[in-house]
């Protein structure tokens, strides 16, 4: 028996050296063993070189791309889709929930496509402040150094200003850009805080933007836009028209595409997929229902925003095709195909921006006064996605007199101009901030198609995730 | 690619095999003899167990069996056989002699296997501290409907819930004893043959709305002998990290020792489809003051603008010309031979299946096609089949009396194609459930000029463009593992066990040029994907037992082993968009596109367990099991798992009373640890490789995407149960299990917030952390009788019964260590206190028609409102079945030659999303409680809510899912013997017809509550979403022995 004993005590002893070799950390055996190399995922250290550094600033304008006309996904629609539908500029032919309740200006704040707009806009911020420090310590002997930081800038000033544009006040700007993976949990801002600090962010790229090349006089006129817009938010009309009065009105930054890196989404989510509706001010199909407020996109039938149904006529019978709901009669526009390059920032912008300044100064029909500045832009052959504007089909306008009727009339001419470009809610918003409007008066009311009535929403929420920022509190005002 | 992994196993394969290298061998005594019945008919795969030794074997054909180098002095014999009563002897045995010793069984009426497969290797039930479920395969195959392994799982044991997939070849979800993971896998690993199988859920790279398979029903169920269900850590923990959800333990069948059996089979059967299709609802009526034809709604016409004409009911499902709905097919044929000798045993079998789902082009399309000249391909016609074979050889040998050999090897090829269905735009049931109250809704519309076709009641387009996409997927898979098992002494047994499943797998999403629905401007210029991917699933296994009386009633057995496990994944697909005419392959696309991914994860472990048996009737099991693993957090080592079990068997004590009645007591109780590990990338931080347009040019790029965790570590779920099993009246068992099962180290996906930016597309959002606490409590009950057993007829029920209660304990804390916000979700929350994925919404609190018109509408002024509705989010219902119950009777007749069974089951204690309903009212604007003004008050509160309240609350669309169906219902006759020698040339034969799922009893306005459309994505919030129902099977068989 001692024998039979002693002999299993041996094995066991030998068995447990080994498996104990085995688990040592660092045991060759063991670590061989585990040793699971990914191909898939880039790993971070592979970032720090020269081509590193390019490949995450080109991976920047990427992320800036997705929160304009970029690449869709389902659920993925930038602000400026998702913006527009909450104002009067989409509606929504879909089946998704989530697209009827912005339609609806009743968004809660775990409404999944508002979050990953609001989640895109910040992952410009991140990925900008990740490639510039990369940039300056990899690229120094990149002659266009200057240029692509100003434009990383340019990005990120856009981002803030259509965080502001777009959300309600409580945007928090975390910092998630270390490569250790640290996250800085930011505070909640106002608006005004987030505009501001869009300014200084473009502040900074128009410093840098100082070479007189093509390609740098490009970037600097973008970010003097996106600046302006910026003095906007803020209620700076006067400095935002004179800084747009130097961007001359044929500038235009576009953003790109094409069909095997990414296609136009106003093309692909509205056009193909039939998911958004041209806006109007009635709906319903042949309900007939009144959208009060709605600027009618669709029936203006407007040289700028070529709008129409898809009709067969099938024995004599006209069969209008429907959104991808199956139900509504589906309106789309043709103002841009698959890779039709979107312009972020232009001349016509930069105009916009004067005309209202000299609005706001009583500048109405005199030199660079609202008229003429809005007659030009119509008066002119001008480029817009698929579009080039026939100034017969755009007769200039007569001045109708009174303040708020030109208000009217210049924002009106806004939304043409810039129709899905992320600009009509900030619009909306600062008629009911800046120029005393009730929002009822502005935004869609009444019955909605779909059911219900129009809510009550003046702007994006604050998404719920973002409570998992300890010092977020969500939306601090929800008043425009 | 191979020797990657080769070359460190070869290293630890030697190591490994140094360890139990014989010292020396003694010449020592054998025990041979033979187990009959008490009649005298011999007993084959009766286990014969040296009682406190690594010794044992098994019964041949003619019962007989040998304990070779059996060690001198007293020793004691235990059979064990299903269907009898165990037997114990004792002999003294003297140096080199052979020792006689034959045993007669008494039968028992109570069914139960006594010996179950372990981690440590085949153990008397009685021995374990823990419930061990065992499920004789070999008998369900014979006498039931199963297309798959899943459908064996269902409805068969306590505590284990199959929700299985409706469409052919589609999979299903596996819960044992509720959900422990908030993020994580809730699924049961499954090991065959000792190995680590592949059981990959949602396994295809294919978009069909839903309907995925699972790599589990790869298996074919004739080729197994015997499942085993170890139900949580308690038993699990020596299967290691991955563990924690139970382990589904497949043992294939053997060849015996004996005479050559051949056994064929054939069955044939249709599959048609009774499911209470909902129809569609319209109010047809016009504005008051105008003739003009309009829609409106209940609502509409309550507030007086329309005025409601009639009310259009329809649906395609109703209409033979026009549903898609038909007959299916199932045919199955195989055959099998086992045999062999002592030294040599084999079985070897090979299979045909194939069956063509409910789904077929409706009459209405095939004259369109037909006119229009578009070809009707077989995809076209019948969308929804599968075509399967599988063969394997089993061998066993016994080169020496000391070492058994074994290899395994099984190899599977089946074509399954699936109809895009459920959650998807361009799928059959947006459309079938769709559609309008009539059936002249107008035509398909299209862009590219092609002609218009009607719609015939179908939403936006009909099922012949549906039907035209091509979801096809080819599996080719192969497991097989070698075995060895070396006893160089009586007191010693040492395993060894190499093994690999692996699967190649090719996905084919194909809809031709100018073929499909028209989805969007490109879908009908078609495209193709061919995605392949190859699945690998590597196990070496080690372990030795030895064996030692420390004195007449104390034994001890020690066991040690390692076990290594090595998963791969990798996958290439290439898509080509806007084919050439013709074109079938991505090659021809002009919109190219590839991608690939990988995923890896090793485990290697390694475990002690020593277990202290008293008297062969108290068993005390401790053990300890560490492990590294390839995904934990650099900054993790190892995991170390506990375990103690206590098996008593009250009853055999002498102090015990003596009580007629009972035939046997025992106790058990076990405590054990298991986890599961974190996904294959989770701890890491990482970028990925992106091509963008810049400028004009595509470039490509580079994005941050996750930030990663080097603290990661595995989920960690401890468990203990207890409870006894009895036996009484000689006919009679019951067993009783309650469990606690805690989860602490719950990966959550922390939500990075937003404002960080983090991520790519959906990845990178948030971070798998160790955050969470999840608690579940049940039990489980089982009650088997054989109520009355005479010689013509007998009567046996086997009734079960199960509970859980499952609670959220704690989210976890941020960096301030303020408890973390609950995740909320449109239907569900984890919150503190409340189960997983439970149902949470604004409550429907009654509706009273005040104005009298039958018309339930929402009012903001309160004096008018009719649709009463809390104001604040709460939490309704379990989103999946808390309780469970089955009934099994079994009747004999003729002389117990004709056997009828049934199964019916319960699941109960939950809510069901009704989500096609849900659609249907909220965008289809057809659903009955919104259009129809007949219907009740219970189904227009619903719509309003949803539609017309501010708080659009689903409420009323989680509906009670409380269900009794009737599972299955089985006749098997047993020809006479002397009919099949002289008519079929067959030693034995019977024939089976077999129904499953033949009536459900529900309170659920839906189609099914057990249906879900994503089955085989295996969701923890399963719903119906446009889904098909569950076909109804009639299959006859023939079983015949040679």
Same mark, same amino acid.
């Given at each position: 028996?001692?024998?039979?004993?002693?002999?299993?005590?041996?094995?066991?002893?030998?068995?447990?050296?080994?498996?104990?070799?085995?688990?040592?950390?660092?045991?060759?055996?063991?670590?061989?063993?585990?040793?699971?190399?990914?191909?898939?995922?880039?790993?971070?250290?592979?970032?720090?070189?020269?081509?590193?550094?390019?490949?995450?600033?080109?991976?920047?304008?990427?992320?800036?791309?997705?929160?304009?006309?970029?690449?869709?996904?389902?659920?993925?629609?930038?602000?400026?889709?998702?913006?527009?539908?909450?104002?009067?500029?989409?509606?929504?032919?879909?089946?998704?929930?989530?697209?009827?309740?912005?339609?609806?200006?009743?968004?809660?704040?775990?409404?999944?496509?508002?979050?990953?707009?609001?989640?895109?806009?910040?992952?410009?911020?991140?990925?900008?402040? +990740?490639?510039?420090?990369?940039?300056?310590?990899?690229?120094?002997?990149?002659?266009?150094?200057?240029?692509?930081?100003?434009?990383?800038?340019?990005?990120?000033?856009?981002?803030?200003?259509?965080?502001?544009?777009?959300?309600?006040?409580?945007?928090?700007?975390?910092?998630?850009?270390?490569?250790?993976?640290?996250?800085?949990?930011?505070?909640?801002?106002?608006?005004?805080?987030?505009?501001?600090?869009?300014?200084?962010?473009?502040?900074?790229?128009?410093?840098?933007?100082?070479?007189?090349?093509?390609?740098?006089?490009?970037?600097?006129?973008?970010?003097?836009?996106?600046?302006? #817009?910026?003095?906007?938010?803020?209620? +700076?009309?006067?400095?935002?028209?004179?800084?747009?009065?130097?961007?001359?009105?044929?500038?235009?930054?576009?953003?790109?595409?094409?069909?095997?890196?990414?296609?136009?989404?106003?093309?692909?989510?509205?056009?193909?997929? #039939?998911?958004?509706?041209?806006?109007?001010?009635?709906?319903?199909?042949?309900?007939?229902?009144?959208?009060?407020?709605?600027?009618?996109?669709?029936?203006? +039938?407007?040289?700028?925003?070529?709008?129409?149904?898809?009709?067969?006529?099938?024995?004599?019978?006209?069969?209008?095709?429907?959104?991808?709901?199956?139900?509504?009669?589906?309106?789309?526009?043709?103002?841009?195909?698959?890779?039709?390059?979107?312009?972020?920032?232009?001349?016509?912008?930069?105009?916009?921006?004067?005309?209202?300044?000299?609005?706001?100064?009583?500048?109405?029909?005199?030199?660079?006064?609202?008229?003429?500045?809005?007659?030009?832009? #119509?008066?002119?052959?001008?480029?817009?996605?698929?579009?080039?504007?026939?100034?017969?089909?755009?007769?200039?306008?007569?001045?109708?007199?009174?303040?708020?009727?030109?208000?009217?009339?210049?924002?009106?001419?806004?939304?043409?101009?810039?129709?899905?470009?992320?600009?009509?809610?900030?619009?909306?918003?600062?008629?009911?901030?800046?120029?005393? #409007?009730?929002?009822?008066?502005?935004?869609?009311?009444?019955?909605?198609?779909?059911?219900?009535?129009?809510?009550?929403?003046?702007?994006?929420?604050?998404?719920?995730?973002?409570?998992?920022?300890?010092?977020?509190?969500?939306?601090?005002?929800?008043?425009? | 690619?191979?020797?990657?992994?080769?070359?460190?196993?070869?290293?630890?394969?030697?190591?490994?095999?140094?360890?139990?290298?014989?010292?020396?061998?003694?010449?020592?005594?054998?025990?041979?003899?033979?187990?009959?019945?008490?009649?005298?008919?011999?007993?084959?795969?009766?286990?014969?167990?040296?009682?406190?030794?690594?010794?044992?074997?098994?019964?041949?054909?003619?019962?007989?069996?040998?304990?070779?180098?059996?060690?001198?002095?007293?020793?004691?014999?235990?059979?064990?056989?299903?269907?009898?009563?165990?037997?114990?002897?004792?002999?003294?045995?003297?140096?080199?002699?052979?020792?006689?010793?034959?045993?007669?069984?008494?039968?028992?009426?109570?069914?139960?296997?006594?010996?179950?497969?372990?981690?440590?290797?085949?153990?008397?039930?009685?021995?374990?501290?823990?419930?061990?479920?065992?499920?004789?395969?070999?008998?369900?195959?014979?006498?039931?409907?199963?297309?798959?392994?899943?459908?064996?799982?269902?409805?068969?044991?306590?505590?284990?819930?199959?929700?299985?997939?409706?469409?052919?070849?589609?999979?299903?979800?596996?819960?044992?004893?509720?959900?422990?993971?908030?993020?994580?896998?809730?699924?049961?690993?499954? !090991?065959?043959?000792?190995?680590?199988?592949?059981?990959?859920?949602?396994?295809?790279?294919?978009?069909?709305?839903?309907?995925?398979?699972?790599?589990?029903?790869?298996?074919?169920?004739?080729? /197994?002998?015997?499942?085993?269900?170890?139900?949580?850590?308690?038993?699990?923990?020596?299967?290691?990290?991955?563990?924690?959800?139970?382990?589904?333990? /497949?043992?294939?069948?053997?060849?015996?020792?004996?005479?050559?059996?051949?056994?064929?089979?054939?069955?044939?059967?249709?599959?048609?489809?009774?499911?209470?299709?909902?129809?569609? =609802?319209?109010?047809?009526?016009?504005?008051?003051?105008?003739?003009?034809?309009?829609?409106?709604?209940?609502?509409?016409?309550?507030?007086?603008?329309?005025?409601?004409?009639?009310?259009?009911?329809?649906?395609?499902?109703?209409?033979?010309?026009?549903?898609?709905?038909?007959?299916?097919?199932?045919?199955? !044929?195989?055959?099998?031979?086992?045999?062999?000798?002592?030294?040599?045993?084999?079985?070897?079998?090979?299979?045909?299946?194939?069956?063509?789902?409910?789904?077929?082009?409706?009459?209405?399309?095939?004259?369109?096609?037909?006119?229009?000249?578009?070809?009707?391909?077989?995809?076209?016609?019948?969308?929804?089949?599968?075509?399967?074979?599988?063969?394997?050889?089993?061998?066993?040998?016994?080169?020496?009396?000391?070492?058994?050999?074994?290899?395994?090897?099984?190899?599977?090829?089946? &074509?399954?194609?699936?109809?895009?269905?459920?959650?998807?735009?361009?799928?059959?049931?947006?459309?079938?459930?769709?559609?309008?109250?009539?059936?002249?809704?107008?035509?398909?519309?299209?862009?590219?000029?092609?002609?218009?076709?009607?719609?015939?009641?179908?939403?936006?387009?009909?099922?012949? =463009?549906?039907?035209?996409?091509?979801?096809?997927?080819?599996?080719?898979?192969?497991?097989?593992?070698?075995?060895?098992?070396?006893?160089?002494?009586?007191?010693?047994?040492?395993?060894?066990?190499?093994?690999?499943?692996?699967?190649?797998?090719?996905?084919?999403?194909?809809?031709? $040029?100018?073929?499909?629905?028209?989805? &969007?401007?490109?879908?009908?210029?078609?495209?193709?994907?061919?995605?392949?991917?190859?699945?690998?699933?590597?196990?070496?296994?080690?372990?030795?037992?030895?064996?030692?009386?420390?004195?007449?009633?104390?034994?001890?057995?020690?066991?040690?082993?390692?076990?290594?496990?090595?998963?791969?994944?990798?996958?290439?697909?290439?898509?080509?968009?806007?084919?050439?005419?013709?074109?079938?392959?991505?090659?021809?696309?002009?919109?190219?596109?590839?991608?690939?991914?990988?995923?890896?994860?090793?485990?290697?472990?390694?475990?002690?367990?020593?277990?202290?048996?008293?008297?062969?009737?108290?068993?005390?099991?401790?053990?300890?099991?560490?492990?590294?693993?390839?995904?934990?957090?650099?900054?993790?080592?190892?995991?170390?798992?506990? $375990?103690?079990?206590?098996?008593?068997?009250?009853?055999?004590?002498?102090?015990?009373?003596?009580?007629?009645?009972?035939?046997?007591?025992?106790?058990?109780?076990?405590?054990? $640890?298991?986890?599961?590990?974190?996904?294959?990338?989770?701890?890491?931080?990482?970028?990925?490789? /992106?091509?963008?347009?810049?400028?004009?040019?595509?470039?490509?790029?580079?994005?941050?995407?996750?930030?990663?965790?080097?603290?990661?570590?595995?989920?960690?779920?401890?468990?203990?149960?207890?409870?006894?099993?009895?036996?009484?009246?000689?006919?009679?068992?019951?067993?009783?299990?309650?469990?606690?099962?805690?989860?602490?180290?719950?990966?959550?996906?922390?939500? /990075?917030?937003?404002?960080?930016?983090?991520?790519?597309?959906?990845?990178?959002?948030?971070?798998?952390?160790?955050?969470?606490?999840?608690?579940?409590?049940?039990?489980?009950?089982?009650?088997?009788?054989?109520?009355?057993?005479?010689?013509?007829?007998?009567?046996?029920?086997?009734?079960?019964?199960?509970?859980?209660?499952?609670?959220?304990?704690?989210?976890?804390?941020?960096?301030?260590?303020?408890?973390?916000?609950?995740?909320?979700?449109?239907?569900?929350?984890?919150?503190?206190?409340?189960?997983?994925?439970?149902?949470?919404?604004?409550?429907?609190?009654?509706?009273?028609?005040?104005?009298?018109?039958?018309?339930?509408?929402?009012?903001?002024?309160?004096?008018?409102?009719?649709?009463?509705?809390?104001?604040?989010?709460?939490?309704?219902?379990?989103?999946?079945?808390?309780?469970?119950?089955?009934?099994?009777?079994?009747?004999?007749?003729?002389? $117990?030659?004709?056997?009828?069974?049934?199964?019916?089951?319960?699941?109960?204690?939950?809510?069901? =999303?009704?989500?096609?309903?849900?659609?249907?009212?909220?965008?289809?604007?057809?659903?009955?409680?919104?259009?129809?003004?007949?219907?009740?008050?219970?189904?227009?509160?619903?719509?309003?809510?949803?539609?017309?309240?501010?708080?659009?609350?689903?409420?009323?669309?989680?509906?009670?899912?409380?269900?009794?169906?009737?599972?299955?219902?089985?006749?098997?006759?047993?020809?006479?013997?002397?009919?099949?020698?002289?008519?079929?040339?067959?030693?034995?034969?019977?024939?089976?017809?077999?129904?499953?799922?033949?009536?459900?009893?529900?309170?659920?306005?839906?189609?099914?509550?057990? !249906?879900?459309?994503?089955?085989?994505?295996?969701?923890?919030?399963?719903?119906?979403?446009?889904?098909?129902?569950?076909?109804?099977?009639?299959?006859?068989?023939?079983?015949?022995?040679?």
């Amino acid at each position: 028996m001692r024998n039979r004993y002693s002999e299993v005590g041996r094995v066991l002893a030998v068995a447990g050296i080994i498996a104990a070799a085995a688990f040592v950390p660092g045991c060759d055996v063991s670590d061989r063993l585990l040793k699971a190399t990914d191909p898939d995922p880039v790993n971070p250290n592979d970032v720090q070189s020269a081509d590193g550094a390019e490949g995450v600033r080109i991976g920047a304008m990427d992320r800036w791309k997705r929160t304009t006309g970029g690449p869709y996904g389902n659920g993925s629609e930038s602000t400026w889709m998702f913006g527009g539908l909450l104002v009067d500029e989409w509606g929504t032919g879909s089946t998704f929930v989530q697209n009827d309740q912005v339609d609806k200006r009743a968004t809660p704040a775990d409404n999944g496509t508002v979050t990953t707009a609001f989640r895109a806009l910040h992952r410009v911020r991140t990925s900008v402040n +990740q490639a510039i420090p990369l940039m300056v310590k990899w690229r120094q002997n990149d002659a266009a150094l200057n240029t692509k930081i100003a434009e990383l800038l340019l990005a990120r000033a856009y981002a803030e200003m259509q965080l502001a544009s777009d959300f309600c006040n409580g945007i928090p700007l975390s910092d998630a850009s270390a490569l250790d993976g640290t996250i800085i949990e930011g505070d909640p801002m106002t608006v005004d805080q987030v505009f501001t600090k869009s300014i200084a962010t473009a502040d900074s790229g128009i410093g840098l933007a100082i070479a007189t090349d093509t390609a740098t006089v490009n970037v600097l006129n973008a970010l003097k836009v996106i600046k302006s #817009r910026a003095l906007l938010g803020l209620n +700076q009309v006067a400095a935002a028209g004179a800084l747009a009065a130097t961007v001359p009105t044929t500038f235009v930054y576009n953003h790109t595409f094409s069909t095997n890196a990414g296609t136009n989404s106003i093309w692909s989510i509205a056009r193909s997929n #039939r998911r958004y509706l041209v806006g109007d001010s009635i709906e319903g199909n042949a309900r007939n229902i009144l959208v009060a407020n709605a600027i009618p996109f669709f029936s203006a +039938q407007d040289n700028r925003l070529p709008a129409k149904y898809t009709i067969a006529i099938v024995g004599g019978k006209p069969d209008t095709t429907k959104s991808q709901d199956g139900l509504t009669l589906s309106r789309t526009t043709d103002l841009y195909d698959e890779t039709t390059s979107i312009p972020v920032a232009s001349g016509i912008d930069a105009r916009l921006i004067e005309a209202e300044a000299a609005l706001a100064a009583g500048n109405v029909n005199g030199a660079n006064g609202l008229m003429p500045i809005l007659n030009a832009l #119509r008066g002119t052959a001008r480029s817009l996605g698929t579009v080039t504007t026939s100034p017969a089909a755009l007769p200039a306008l007569a001045d109708p007199g009174t303040t708020t009727l030109r208000q009217n009339l210049l924002f009106r001419e806004w939304a043409f101009w810039t129709f899905s470009r992320g600009q009509r809610l900030g619009i909306m918003r600062r008629l009911v901030r800046y120029y005393g #409007r009730a929002s009822t008066s502005v935004y869609p009311e009444g019955p909605h198609y779909r059911g219900g009535v129009y809510g009550t929403d003046l702007q994006l929420p604050i998404p719920a995730d973002e409570l998992y920022n300890s010092k977020s509190k969500g939306c601090t005002d929800r008043n425009a | 690619m191979a020797a990657r992994w080769l070359k460190p196993l070869a290293v630890f394969s030697t190591i490994a095999l140094c360890v139990v290298a014989p010292r020396s061998a003694a010449a020592q005594a054998s025990i041979m003899g033979r187990v009959t019945a008490q009649d005298g008919e011999p007993l084959q795969q009766a286990r014969v167990l040296l009682v406190g030794t690594a010794l044992s074997t098994v019964t041949g054909q003619d019962g007989r069996y040998a304990l070779r180098n059996v060690p001198v002095g007293p020793q004691t014999v235990r059979v064990l056989r299903v269907g009898y009563r165990e037997q114990k002897k004792a002999a003294t045995v003297g140096t080199n002699a052979t020792v006689g010793m034959d045993f007669a069984l008494e039968r028992s009426v109570v069914q139960l296997e006594e010996i179950v497969s372990t981690a440590t290797g085949s153990r008397p039930r009685e021995e374990l501290g823990n419930s061990v479920a065992s499920i004789n395969t070999t008998k369900v195959t014979e006498q039931s409907v199963v297309a798959n392994l899943q459908d064996v799982l269902a409805a068969r044991v306590p505590g284990v819930t199959v929700q299985t997939g409706q469409q052919t070849g589609s999979g299903g979800r596996v819960r044992i004893r509720g959900n422990s993971s908030l993020n994580l896998s809730n699924e049961p690993i499954y !090991i065959i043959d000792g190995i680590r199988m592949t059981s990959q859920t949602n396994s295809s790279n294919l978009f069909t709305g839903g309907s995925q398979p699972v790599r589990v029903n790869d298996l074919n169920p004739e080729e /197994i002998e015997n499942i085993e269900i170890v139900k949580g850590p308690s038993a699990a923990t020596l299967y290691g990290t991955d563990a924690a959800n139970g382990v589904i333990v /497949i043992t294939t069948k053997r060849g015996r020792a004996g005479a050559t059996r051949w056994t064929t089979y054939g069955e044939g059967g249709i599959l048609k489809d009774y499911s209470d299709y909902p129809y569609n =609802y319209t109010i047809a009526g016009h504005s008051p003051g105008l003739a003009t034809y309009r829609e409106c709604t209940n609502s509409v016409v309550a507030a007086g603008t329309c005025v409601r004409d009639s009310v259009r009911i329809y649906s395609p499902l109703h209409d033979p010309d026009a549903t898609p709905v038909g007959t299916g097919y199932r045919n199955q !044929i195989g055959v099998n031979v086992a045999g062999g000798n002592e030294a040599v045993r084999y079985f070897l079998s090979g299979e045909g299946e194939n069956e063509t789902n409910v789904l077929t082009l409706p009459g209405f399309e095939r004259r369109r096609m037909n006119t229009q000249g578009i070809p009707i391909r077989d995809y076209n016609n019948r969308p929804n089949a599968l075509e399967k074979y599988s063969t394997r050889a089993n061998i066993n040998t016994s080169p020496t009396s000391q070492l058994d050999l074994s290899i395994s090897s099984g190899l599977v090829v089946s &074509n399954t194609r699936f109809v895009t269905e459920s959650n998807a735009t361009a799928g059959l049931g947006s459309q079938i459930f769709g559609g309008k109250g009539y059936k002249d809704n107008g035509n398909v519309s299209f862009s590219d000029g092609t002609p218009a076709s009607p719609l015939t009641g179908y939403r936006a387009w009909t099922p012949g =463009y549906t039907f035209q996409e091509l979801n096809q997927q080819r599996v080719t898979r192969v497991i097989t593992s070698g075995s060895a098992d070396w006893r160089p002494r009586s007191w010693m047994q040492n395993r060894a066990t190499l093994g690999v499943d692996y699967t190649s797998r090719m996905d084919i999403n194909l809809n031709r $040029k100018g073929e499909g629905p028209p989805l &969007n401007a490109t879908y009908r210029l078609g495209f193709a994907d061919d995605s392949r991917s190859a699945i690998r699933n590597l196990t070496f296994d080690l372990g030795s037992t030895s064996t030692w009386h420390a004195n007449t009633w104390t034994a001890l057995r020690t066991t040690v082993g390692t076990q290594y496990v090595n998963y791969y994944f990798e996958a290439n697909d290439a898509f080509g968009g806007r084919l050439a005419p013709g074109a079938q392959t991505p090659n021809s696309g002009s919109v190219p596109s590839v991608g690939t991914s990988t995923t890896l994860t090793k485990t290697l472990g390694a475990f002690v367990e020593e277990q202290v048996g008293m008297h062969d009737r108290l068993f005390v099991t401790g053990a300890l099991r560490s492990d590294q693993n390839s995904a934990f957090g650099t900054k993790f080592q190892r995991v170390i798992y506990p $375990k103690l079990s206590v098996s008593w068997i009250a009853s055999d004590e002498s102090y015990f009373p003596s009580l007629s009645w009972l035939d046997q007591l025992r106790l058990r109780s076990a405590y054990g $640890k298991s986890g599961v590990q974190p996904g294959s990338n989770d701890a890491l931080r990482t970028f990925s490789g /992106i091509t963008t347009n810049y400028k004009g040019a595509d470039t490509p790029a580079v994005g941050y995407n996750l930030i990663g965790n080097d603290l990661l570590r595995p989920e960690q779920t401890s468990e203990i149960e207890a409870g006894f099993d009895v036996r009484f009246l000689r006919r009679a068992n019951a067993e009783l299990t309650f469990y606690r099962k805690n989860t602490r180290d719950a990966l959550i996906d922390f939500t /990075i917030p937003p404002s960080a930016g983090t991520g790519n597309g959906n990845q990178g959002t948030t971070v798998r952390r160790n955050l969470g606490a999840v608690r579940n409590t049940g039990f489980e009950a089982l009650v088997s009788s054989q109520v009355f057993d005479m010689p013509a007829v007998g009567l046996d029920v086997t009734v079960t019964y199960s509970a859980n209660n499952n609670k959220l304990m704690t989210m976890g804390k941020d960096v301030n260590g303020n408890p973390l916000p609950p995740v909320i979700s449109t239907t569900t929350r984890a919150q503190v206190g409340y189960p997983l994925f439970g149902f949470w919404a604004q409550p429907i609190l009654g509706w009273q028609d005040k104005d009298g018109n039958g018309i339930l509408t929402y009012n903001a002024d309160p004096a008018l409102n009719e649709v009463f509705i809390g104001k604040d989010t709460i939490y309704r219902a379990y989103s999946s079945p808390r309780y469970t119950a089955t009934l099994l009777p079994g009747l004999d007749l003729l002389d $117990k030659t004709l056997r009828v069974v049934a199964l019916f089951e319960y699941k109960g204690g939950f809510k069901y =999303y009704n989500q096609t309903e849900r659609i249907r009212c909220a965008s289809r604007n057809n659903c009955n409680g919104l259009m129809n003004p007949n219907a009740s008050f219970e189904e227009q509160a619903m719509a309003v809510a949803h539609l017309v309240s501010p708080s659009t609350t689903l409420d009323g669309f989680f509906q009670p899912g409380a269900f009794v169906r009737w599972r299955e219902m089985n006749v098997t006759y047993t020809i006479p013997n002397t009919f099949a020698a002289r008519y079929m040339r067959a030693n034995r034969a019977s024939v089976n017809f077999a129904a499953r799922n033949l009536h459900l009893w529900t309170k659920y306005r839906g189609l099914d509550p057990e !249906i879900a459309f994503a089955a085989g994505e295996s969701p923890n919030v399963p719903n119906e979403f446009q889904t098909m129902g569950t076909p109804t099977y009639f299959v006859l068989r023939l079983n015949l022995g040679f």
